[in-house]
């Protein structure tokens, strides 16, 4: 039997479950929160790490606690929540089938949805390291989980590929839990990381950060005995000559991450290429009506401060769609130019009732740069920016009266000059 | 305890005639020195069933690759392996290369292929609209298939088991000896099992196998050959199995689907001097592509899910199948350089060397509790809504996905730990639920399956393996 809801909302992770808040402030009742873990809180759980909260909360807060300020309102506010459930199709009229072993199958009618399933790793295979299929080699996602839940050691002589944040939180927890955290090679000129990481778990830890550098080879029959690093050149190809064999048991991997938008990719939901998420507008409405997206889902965030942000406007949005309270949309589109890599939202609507924040990142590291707004070659706003990269998301706010006086044929070009 | 027949060796061929010989009223033990069947050139190939146009006419070879094509539908069938038969196209750049097809029809023609036929640039591009344009023709064998080898050979093993076969794991023979009423002696170190017949179907290794009974003249050099697999996105990129014109190395790159919905590309050919070393190599990497790339012009690897290599088991004296009696005692029988297309041939071979081994032994009685059929197991992914409600209805861990890419459930996982030849590592787990096969690689569930198997072999997750022998995946406990 096909159950009704007014908004499904699939992930509770940070992201779901502050979409699905704000819809309920926002005046929707029945709401329904699908998880595939045992419990809301998504991968927040296993970052036992602080450093969440410092922009939205003005506290420094470890993952669990920011999952619990979401978590424990959701479980007050009457917003049905079923664990352990895997969505696995939606359909183009909006039911919503999933899984689980009290319900079996379930069919859900929603007249919105809210797609907030987060992202996943990217995997050796992904990379084409050479070399054997030993077992030590992981993301430093999986590794985190074997430490901080299982409460295992996944390795004890480790070198770490890739300077993502997980990758450098995973560097100064292996070493607080005894392991030998020899490198962490990064193919880049500059880590993709936040600065923060790279003070706090390398340099305070003295544990080498070598940057144009990638491991080419794997070796061991069983285990992971040892990896060949390499300096690479400016088109990122290793140097010959310039290897060099690290012995260790383990290879751990944080080289990018990827949002998971097979369930979007079925529906025929656009997706932009460049995030490898779905096409939004202000509210974080995708192309399909009715359907949102928010969170790593959408694009990959640094700080989850920003999918917080992000996931209350996907709300709204939803429960303004739902209630009826739309307005006439009259779109302009936004694009990122001369190395900004892309711009979130991709559309906005000139009759939105409030100011709008663009996101963006970059493409490489600029210092003492400037950022402009521009529509038709004008420039709307610039801003300052000592320094930019591209491990840290940056927002530009468009001002609700700078807003009215833009045209529907007004393109909005977000640029970066140095 | 003595065995009528030790077999050697639990690949797909060890398997199958296991599996053959378990229709016999005869004692019969699989020895397998890896922690799981299939581990040898049955899980790194190509995994084609060819249609037998590339073997030399009147070759034992060519006779049996003939017969394994025709058989492989029906054993597919009984055992509920997945099989499809989508034909395959060898492709032609130039006019030698025409030439080289005409040749290989001709010669197909002599092997009994059926159907085969050449055909020109439009067919082709109606056929396979993705395939460089340049390409002028292709040799069409419509009999040629895809099957999952790794599922073949598991499959055969569990029914062999069920049919009264004992298979010993980890169990790697080092020593022979010889009673004196002929009883055979084979030892791991640790553990001896005595039969009555042998049968050496040992892989890259049959040559090492065949010496412990003082046959030496075999040489078998490991040929590898590395492989692509991309994303389910890419499925429809070829319809068929597409190949190039051959080398004297072998078949050469390949694209073709696979059996699950992924691409496959590959393999090169390197002769190696270690016969356990399956690394990928940043050069056949690069080789691959670039062939690969003659046959699709615009191959990306953006959606590349991961890479392998396997090797295959080159006989050095002979471009056949050497399938024949010791030297010295006609109750051994050695199965040498079994290369492409050995899969193909292998429900053939399994029948060719029971017939061997009766033409010695003498008739056996039949086994009358003998059922040829192995249920297939249930795959949550592909059930209709309706009974997927019911299997959960009956069994609630059906309704627990553990691998989200492949939507693989718990129910599944603990199939495959208590089938008649369970998983006992992580990627057995793998090759039987296809638990980790997708786009994250088993990033998530990895360690889901670790725990799962951990509980149902009653140990600590720590000593859980990847593939047996110190392939663990954990360590200690933390602080």
């Known amino acids: 039997m ?155 002589e480790i070198v770490i590929l890739g300077s993502g944040d997980i990758g450098l939180i995973m560097a100064r927890r292996m070493t607080l839990e005894g392991a030998n955290v020899k490198m962490v090679c990064e193919l880049m000129p500059y880590s993709g990381g936040l600065t923060r990481n790279i003070v706090q778990c390398l340099e305070d830890f003295d544990i080498p950060l070598k940057l144009s550098c990638t491991v080419i080879e794997v070796h061991g029959k069983e285990r992971v005995e040892g990896v060949t690093i390499a300096k690479v050149d400016r088109n990122r190809r290793p140097i010959k000559g310039t290897e060099e064999y690290v012995p260790c048991d383990t290879l751990m991997l944080s080289v990018g991450l990827i949002p998971e938008n097979e369930l979007s990719n079925s529906m025929g939901i656009e997706i932009d290429p460049v995030t490898g998420g779905p096409v939004v507008t202000e509210s974080r409405e995708t192309t399909q009506k009715g359907v949102f997206a928010c969170g790593n889902v959408l694009h990959v965030h640094d700080l989850v401060d920003y999918v917080t942000v992000e996931s209350r406007l996907a709300g709204e949005g939803a429960a303004n769609y739902i209630l009826g309270n739309t307005t006439e949309p009259a779109f302009v589109t936004t694009k990122g130019i001369d190395g900004v890599r892309y711009v979130i939202p991709h559309k906005i609507n000139l009759n939105y009732d409030d100011d709008i924040k663009l996101f963006f990142r970059v493409g490489q590291v600029y210092k003492n740069a400037k950022v402009f707004l521009e529509s038709n070659d ?27 006086q833009l045209s529907v044929k007004s393109e909005l070009v977000v640029r970066v000059e140095v | 305890m003595k065995y009528d027949v030790a077999i050697i060796g639990a690949g797909v061929v060890g398997t199958l005639i296991a599996r053959e010989l378990s229709a016999y009223d005869l004692s019969v033990v699989l020895l397998e020195k890896c922690n799981d069947v299939a581990m040898g050139t049955t899980k790194a190939n190509s995994a084609i069933v060819h249609a037998g146009f590339d073997a030399e006419p009147g070759t034992l070879k060519a006779k049996l690759s003939i017969k394994g094509c025709c058989m492989m539908e029906s054993v597919c069938e009984e055992l509920g392996v997945p099989y499809k038969n989508i034909g395959s196209l060898v492709i032609a750049f130039n006019d030698t290369q025409m030439h080289t097809l005409t040749n290989l029809l001709l010669r197909g023609n002599q092997n009994g292929v059926q159907d085969l036929r050449i055909i020109g640039q439009d067919k082709l591009r109606e056929l396979e609209p993705n395939v460089n344009v340049n390409a002028k023709g292709a040799l069409w064998a419509p009999t040629a298939a895809i099957i999952c080898p790794y599922g073949l050979a598991i499959a055969a093993a569990e029914n062999a088991v069920t049919n009264g076969v004992e298979l010993k794991r980890n169990f790697e023979v080092k020593n022979v000896s010889t009673e004196d009423d002929g009883t055979l002696v084979l030892s791991s170190g640790q553990e001896s099992v005595s039969a009555s017949y042998v049968i050496n179907s040992a892989g890259v290794y049959a040559d090492k196998v065949a010496k412990l009974f003082g046959d030496n003249d075999y040489k078998i050099i490991a040929r590898k050959g590395e492989y692509f697999l991309f994303d389910k996105k890419m499925d429809g990129l070829v319809k068929r199995v597409v190949f190039q014109c051959p080398t004297k190395m072998g078949k050469g790159v390949l694209i073709a689907p696979t059996t699950h919905g992924n691409v496959i590309i590959g393999p090169n050919a390197e002769d190696v001097d270690d016969k356990d070393n ?163 690689q088993g990033g998530f569930c990895g360690s889901k399956v670790a725990e799962i198997l951990a509980r149902e072999m009653g140990v600590d997750i720590n000593t859980i393996t990847k593939s047996g022998g110190n392939s663990n995946l954990l360590y200690d406990r933390t602080k």
């Open chain 1, 378 to 404: 004008e420039i709307l706003l610039s801003r300052r920016r000592p320094k930019l990269t591209p491990g840290e998301m940056e927002d530009i706010t468009i001002k609700k009266e700078l807003l009215e």
């Open chain 2, 278 to 440: 399956c690394a990928t190599s940043a050069k056949g990497t690069e080789e691959v592509l670039k062939t690969a790339r003659r046959s699709i012009t615009k191959l990306s690897t953006v959606d590349l899910i991961t890479s392998f290599a396997g090797l295959r088991a080159h006989n050095a004296n002979s471009n056949d199948f050497f399938i024949e009696y010791s030297k010295t005692n006609k109750r051994v029988i050695h199965l040498v350089g079994i290369e492409s297309p050995g899969l193909t041939a292998a429900p053939a071979i399994a029948k060719y060397v029971c017939s061997m081994f009766m033409d010695v032994a003498g008739k056996q009685k039949k086994n009358r509790n003998y059922n040829p059929v192995r249920p297939e197991p249930v795959r949550v992914k592909e059930l209709a809504d309706e009974q997927l409600r019911e299997l959960i209805e009956k069994d609630s861990a059906y309704g627990r996905i553990v691998c989200r890419c492949e939507t693989v459930s718990e129910g599944e996982i603990i199939d495959a730990i208590r089938a008649p030849v369970g998983a006992t590592d992580v990627d057995g787990v793998k090759r039987r639920t296809r638990s980790g096969m997708g786009r994250c």
């Open chain 1, 2 to 156: 096909t159950q009704l809801y007014d908004l499904v909302v699939v992930g509770g992770g940070p992201a779901g479950m502050a979409a699905a808040l704000r819809a309920k402030e926002c005046g929707v009742n029945s709401i329904i929160i699908l998880e595939r873990a045992p419990s809301l809180g998504g991968i927040l759980e296993q970052c036992i790490h602080t450093g969440f909260g410092l922009h939205y909360f003005n506290e420094e807060l470890s993952g669990p606690e920011y999952a619990a300020r979401f978590s424990l309102p959701v479980e007050s506010s009457g917003i049905t929540v079923k664990t352990d459930t895997m969505v696995i199709n939606i359909s183009s009229d909006n039911i919503v089938t999933a899984v689980n072993k009290t319900d079996g199958l379930l069919d859900i009618s929603a007249k919105a949805i809210i797609l907030a399933m987060g992202c996943r790793e990217r995997p050796r295979g992904a990379l084409n390291i050479a070399g054997t299929r030993v077992a030590g080699v992981m993301t430093a996602g999986t590794a985190q989980e074997y430490v901080n839940i299982r409460g295992y050691m996944p390795g004890k």
